[in-house]
């Protein structure tokens, strides 16, 4: 561990030149191989044959998404799949098309009953009020059953959320929260049209805690119209003050082409590329020499926290929900535009809410796309998500696992590293890769040193990907 790297309190320092030098465009690596690549000739027919197939696995858990779209009024910023309406009969009758996925999808499954992880993410989940949700749970209870130690999240908007809403989730077994607050200043919440107070987020905070949710998590967003350093490292601080178990800082992408919303954003308000970097290594400095550790490259979580235990531990697992110690090998995406893996194969479902309803009406699926894993694929994933995770990639796991050797299949990508390494933020060993502490926010320019679909410049053809910083 370098000095230059971390400090005497423990705080990570990253050099604004490394952060320029590796500003570039690449995927998040949420899936391997990444959206952009996926088949429209992947189908729903071929989503059937894979449950069939993952329903022999009867004991072996699985883990459930459930996309809810719906919000009051969009964000500025956002770029989710979201509906806006305040019509409760079209929030309603979303929720009955759930029901429907889930029987379709429960009886293709057969005996394969266990949930591990169950995360209801949008949009706005709390948008669906307590009878919408009791519907939708009551109908997940009747078809599956939970593990002694699911993990259940929920992302929450403070604006809409009553604490009604939280006792319910907590007395249905909820136990971790996310909760987006993107940033404390009243100019920048202006300038994103997300005004809420901090007050707001303290008791969506407080409440949680009070009932017994094991894990609070806020979101931040750095990039944002009217945002300086100083005004950043005051809504860091304010954060830390909170004492959130963990963090998520994500960086904003400016994106009014292929999102006409982000168009209310004044351009000119937005930091310029050099204040960008600072903010993110304001954030990186801030939140570690807190004490958080810092989780892949967006994330930070208290030492004792589960995410941070099993970073240590080597057992780090990522999906679309997140960082998790769930490690079910197959996911079940309910809802529009929801994405499953399932039998080593991505499902993605129709992303626009008419298409996705009238396809569960019609066939009771509603894949449009997705890719099947060949023995290729498999190895850069498991290399891919060992880097992103836990920082570190066993030579013999890859081994173990898939009959290969590193170092032969891997020559041309490892030869690819000596500039990380060079730059301190690679270490390389006889048995494995070692990614440094100033490594991991560099971590997604790493990883793609191993993603077959892109170039020998890192760019995939006709692709446009968020930028790495």
């Keep these: 561990m370098s000095d230059k790297q971390v400090s005497e309190n423990g705080s990570t320092r990253v050099p604004i030149e490394l952060l320029r030098k590796y500003d570039r465009p690449g995927p998040r690596y949420t899936s391997y191989p990444t959206v952009p690549v996926w088949s ?43 509906v806006v309406t305040k019509q409760r009969s079209r929030i309603d009758s979303y929720v009955e098309t759930l029901t429907s996925e889930v029987a379709r999808i429960s009886a293709r499954l057969n005996g394969r009953r266990k949930i591990s992880q169950l995360h209801l993410g949008g949009g706005t989940p709390t948008i669906v009020d307590c009878k919408g949700l009791e519907l939708l ?19 929450v908007d403070p604006r809409v959320t009553g604490v009604d809403q939280l006792e319910f989730l907590a ?60 005004s950043f490292r005051d809504t860091i601080k304010r954060t830390i003050e909170l004492r959130p178990d963990r963090v998520a800082v994500y960086s904003f992408a400016y994106l009014p082409q292929a999102m006409p919303h982000q168009s209310k954003i004044q ?45 240590v531990d080597g057992r780090l697992h990522r999906n679309f929900m997140g ?26 479902n129709h992303s626009k809410l008419d298409s996705y309803e009238n396809a569960i009406s019609e066939n ?27 920082f570190v990639l066993k030579f013999d796991e890859v081994k173990r696992r898939f009959d290969v050797d590193y170092s032969d299949y891997m020559r041309d990508e490892h030869q690819r590293l000596d500039g990380f390494v060079e730059d301190g933020l690679l270490r390389v060993d006889k048995d494995a890769l070692h990614i440094t502490p100033v490594g991991r926010t560099f971590v997604r320019n790493i990883a793609m040193t191993f993603d077959a679909y892109l170039d020998s410049k890192g760019e995939a053809k006709g692709v446009r990907f968020s930028r790495t910083i």
């Design 137 to 155: 749970l009551k109908d997940l209870d009747s078809h599956f059953e939970y593990v002694a130690d699911c993990e259940k999240s929920i992302e």
């Design 323 to 348: 960082y998790t110690v769930q490690a079910a090998p197959d996911m079940v995406g309910l809802g529009m535009s929801s994405i499953g893996y399932i039998d080593n194969s991505f499902f993605q």
């Design 267 to 311: 351009e000119g308000e937005l930091p310029v590329t050099e204040t960008k970097y600072k903010l993110y290594a304001a954030a990186i400095e801030e939140f570690t020499g807190a004490g958080y550790r810092q989780i892949g490259m967006d994330h930070f979580a208290l030492p004792e926290d589960e995410l941070s235990v099993a970073q």
């Design 171 to 230: 007395a249905n077994g909820f136990n971790r929260i996310s909760i987006g607050t993107q940033d404390f200043n009243p100019e920048v919440q202006q300038a994103v049209g997300r005004e809420q107070s901090e007050e707001m987020v303290r008791g969506i905070l407080d409440n949680s805690r009070r009932l017994g949710f094991k894990g609070v998590n806020i979101d931040l967003i750095y990039g944002l119209p009217r945002q300086t350093v100083e």
């Design 40 to 82: 429209n000739e992947v189908t729903a027919s071929h989503y059937r044959e894979a449950l069939s197939n993952a329903s022999k696995a009867v004991d072996t858990p699985v883990a459930v998404y459930c996309h809810i779209p719906f919000c009051r009024k969009r964000c500025y910023y956002c770029g989710c799949n979201t």
């Design 364 to 390: 009771g699926l509603a894949t449009f796309r997705g890719i099947r894993l060949t023995k290729d694929d498999l190895i850069r994933q498991y290399v891919i998500s060992s880097l992103m995770c836990n």
